[in-house]
């Protein structure tokens, strides 16, 4: 991870990366408040439509990879959604986005944790 140069689980090749916007751009680092996930893979995102909005914090992303599944832009298309093997991890917060998040536990606990 970019950030202070952190080893991360190494469970994922994906890099994590600050964002960094263009200058003059207006964007804000961290991105806070809602927004959208698309291309969506896996069971876990059954009941769960493309373009769904889901609450995010953070500086940090993952990079686009083989294990991305789900993807969302902010300043640039990122992995907001990873999978390999057993592990699954989402950016966003599931516990702070209504129903798509409430779907998404409910995914996990009854279709994926089998």
Do not use: R
């Amino acid at each position: 991870s970019e950030e202070n140069n952190t080893d991360c689980l190494g469970i994922f090749d994906e890099a994590v990366k600050l964002f960094n916007p263009a200058p003059g751009e207006g964007t804000k680092v961290p991105q806070i408040g809602w927004n959208t996930i698309y291309d969506l893979k896996t069971g876990l995102f059954d009941g769960i439509t493309e373009n769904s909005y889901c609450y995010f914090v953070h500086g940090y992303y993952a990079a686009l990879g083989d294990h991305t599944m789900a993807t969302t832009h902010y300043v640039q298309p990122y992995s907001s959604g990873l999978h390999k093997n057993n592990f699954y991890g989402v950016q966003f917060h599931p516990e702070k986005s209504a129903a798509v998040g409430e779907q998404l536990l409910k995914n996990f606990i009854e279709k994926v944790n089998q």
